[in-house]
């Protein structure tokens, strides 16, 4: 379990693992250059540039499926319960090239299908991971017209994307304050 940072983390993580991979060429052809980016609200709605990019922009994020019928509480006197969330996102890629646009996002779909997994070691270190955390990556069924409103409510022209969701980020409370008062130590 994580503290508020996963959520940020996780959408790095993906970014990072794509970037990563990402090869020079394929079957022999090259492949165009690409930057895999995580992307607000504002920068899905600003003006292309030249370079090839594919972004990761997150859109809703839900308490889980999984978790809701879990009773709200505390696992111990001490601890309460996580939160379970799941993440939806879209995948989009620009260029300026059809060509550029359809290859780079077919590949970061066949990758996401080849490595449906993020696990610790690929998980970014600011949302204090467990060593056993592993957030799944699955295609989300969004319907056209939802992708298509979530692109007009940005104020932007339709670009080329998918749907995903990665589930479960569970989310710890911050530490509650001990219930023992201080200890002073004095240092001779």
Do not use: K
């Not at 056209?144 to 940005?154: G, P, Q, V, Y």
Request: net charge negative.
């Amino acid at each position: 379990m994580a503290n508020v940072f996963a959520v940020h983390s996780v959408c790095r993580s993906i970014a990072a693992f794509l970037q990563g991979s990402y090869p020079a060429s394929v079957a022999e052809l090259p492949m165009p250059p690409c930057n895999f980016e995580v992307l607000s609200s504002s920068q899905m709605a600003g003006p292309l540039d030249d370079a090839s990019r594919v972004g990761l922009y997150l859109h809703r994020t839900s308490v889980s499926e999984h978790s809701r019928a879990q009773r709200p509480g505390r696992i111990t006197d001490a601890r309460p319960a996580p939160l379970h969330l799941d993440l939806h996102f879209l995948v989009a890629s620009w260029s300026r090239s059809a060509h550029d646009e359809q290859v780079t996002l077919a590949w970061t779909q066949r990758q996401l299908h080849l490595h449906p997994m993020l696990d610790f070691a690929l998980l970014t270190a600011e949302a204090a991971w467990a060593a056993d955390e592993v957030i799944q990556i699955v295609p989300a069924d969004l319907p056209a017209e939802d992708i298509l409103r979530i692109w007009a409510t940005l104020g932007a022209p339709y670009r080329l994307s998918a749907a995903y969701t990665a589930r479960v980020v569970r989310l710890d409370a911050d530490q509650p304050p001990p219930d023992e008062p201080p200890v002073l130590v004095i240092n001779n």
